[in-house]
């Protein structure tokens, strides 16, 4: 009779802790845009809602090469204006300041890009990543060639903007919900450095400088109005519109040959 009862008990707590360690075993794989959406999304909400700002605001992109920053700004509901959300550290850009000219250079590009939902890769062997549309109107003009300038998770490149894992889930999260929400593509502008008049002097005599000079243009106008400026291409130059009037969530930058 005791041993009968003793070896009931054993089983009952066999079974008890084998049924606990079934629970404890039973893990999922995210991917990783779902694990951006399960674990990064909340902390995110909760950041932006202390600056007046939610996911699926309309999205804008700054980059900066020599500074390795990358800037997102978010469209202020209020005013109508873009706020900075967060200037996130760029781990790994190949390349010299100037242009991307050719495929297989390792150079990362500067001008004004956009990105639209199909240029979303969430199944990215760089965790996430999105493609900055190069070359744009303006560089086939010039005949310049490339593909697949990307900006991704991992620091690693090879003429793309590297912004490791945990940094491009929360930028890539903020673009796709822009996207989703009606804004037709999110603007990327890349610029050597920071361009103020001290910056642009210390590179007068560069072989880049006229051309910076025109990206120069694009850059004064978001400093001045904080709404990303209409681009255009004419006569071989970016040509650039203010437009702080356009309707909230629509596409500022619309890059094509007139």
Not at 13 to 18: I, P, T
Not at 171 to 179: A, K, R
Request: some cysteine; hydrophobic content about 35%; overall charge positive.
């Amino acid at each position: 009779m005791r041993r009968s009862l003793l070896s009931s008990l054993c089983l009952a707590v066999a079974s008890l802790m084998l049924l606990t360690g079934c629970q404890h075993s039973k893990t999922r794989n995210f991917t990783p845009l779902e694990y951006v959406h399960y674990k990064t999304r909340p902390q995110l909400e909760t950041r932006l809602a202390k600056q007046g700002l939610q996911i699926g605001d309309p999205v804008y992109i700054r980059a900066f090469k020599s500074e390795m920053q990358m800037e997102v700004w978010m469209q202020n509901r209020n005013t109508g204006q873009y706020d900075l959300y967060r200037t996130y550290p760029i781990c790994r850009a190949s390349g010299a300041l100037g242009p991307k000219e050719k495929e297989g250079d390792l150079q990362a590009p500067e001008g004004f890009y956009s990105v639209n939902a199909g240029q979303l890769n969430p199944n990215s062997k760089y965790y996430l990543s999105f493609n900055l549309g190069y070359p744009n109107d303006y560089d086939r003009s010039l005949g310049r060639t490339g593909s697949a300038l990307m900006v991704h998770g991992s620091c690693v490149s090879k003429g793309c903007f590297a912004m490791t894992d945990a940094h491009i889930g929360e930028i890539y999260l903020l673009v796709e919900e822009s996207l989703k929400n009606g804004q037709k593509t999110v603007p990327v502008h890349i610029f050597p450095f920071q361009m103020t008049e001290q910056k642009m002097a210390m590179r007068l005599y560069s072989e880049w400088y006229p051309f910076w000079v025109n990206l120069k243009e694009g850059y004064d106008l978001f400093e001045l109005a904080r709404t990303p400026p209409e681009v255009s291409v004419k006569n071989g130059q970016y040509a650039f519109a203010a437009d702080a009037m356009a309707p909230m969530g629509t596409s500022y930058v619309q890059v094509a040959q007139k």
